[in-house]
């Protein structure tokens, strides 16, 4: 059973409109989520962390944790065609050791 | 100031040959993790290091081993290349165990 569970996508999304990534994770001990966003033939760039329950925003990203459902979210409003990426979510557990554990990412794509 | 740095960023390599990967991490981050990433897996975590220890270790072969030098920089070596070890090779940094990697661009492998 993977650890972090996103869709794959793809999400599509009118450009101006919140674009919602979700992600959910098994591990209980996960204490620190982190969303990476993947342009196609680049590396992932960190783009939100979040590690205590509610939200968490900056500039038009909305980072949303419940740890007591085991989800992760991430909102992007006023999308833009620059938006369009695959979003990678990952989770670490509490230990100073734990391994960052990637999902599999969601293809998101904005149509002007 | 400098990312993450890999070389090489291509490499063509024989079923059976052996390859070393290098990084170096952006300058005061001392823990290195390598990640395997293929269009079926997604990012599979290899093995992380911290202070020139070995504090994780993924579910991959003896094959693939790794090691990190006082100057934090590391390298991946994997022995007796399989077809199957084609894929991106991403290297992260991090300046402690509880943050969020940066990542390099990536060695992209291809086992012939």
């Known amino acids: 059973q993977k650890e972090v569970e996103q869709n794959s996508g793809p999400l599509s999304v009118p450009e101006g409109a919140i674009a919602s990534l979700n992600c959910t994770y098994s591990?209980?001990?996960?204490?620190?989520f982190f969303w990476y966003r993947q342009y196609s033939g680049k590396s992932p760039e960190l783009i939100m962390f979040?590690?205590?329950?509610g939200d968490k925003e900056d500039g038009r990203f909305t980072a949303q944790l419940n740890k007591a459902s085991q989800y992760v979210s991430l909102l992007i409003r006023d999308s833009q065609p620059s938006d369009s990426a695959t979003y990678l979510c990952?989770?670490?557990?509490?230990?100073?050791?734990?391994?960052?554990?990637f999902g599999s990412g969601t293809r998101l794509s904005i149509r002007p | 100031k400098a990312g993450v740095t890999q070389t090489p960023r291509y490499l063509i390599k024989t079923r059976g040959q052996q390859v070393t990967l290098s990084c170096s991490p952006i300058?005061?981050?001392?823990?290195v993790s390598w990640y395997q990433q293929t269009p079926g897996q997604g990012l599979q975590f290899l093995f992380e290091?911290?202070?020139?220890?070995?504090?994780n270790k993924g579910n991959f072969p003896g094959r693939f081993s790794g090691r990190q030098f006082s100057n934090s920089r590391s390298e991946m070596n994997v022995s007796t290349l399989e077809l199957g070890d084609s894929a991106l090779y991403l290297c992260?940094?991090?300046?402690?165990?509880?943050?969020?990697?940066?990542f390099g661009s990536g060695t992209r492998l291809t086992v012939v």
């Open positions: 990952a989770s670490k557990g509490y230990s100073s050791a734990s391994k960052i554990i």
């Open positions: 591990d209980r001990g996960s204490q620190s």
């Open positions: 979040i590690y205590s329950n």
């Open positions: 300058s005061g981050h001392r823990s």
């Open positions: 290091y911290f202070s020139e220890t070995q504090r």
């Open positions: 992260a940094s991090s300046l402690s165990q509880g943050d969020g990697y940066t």
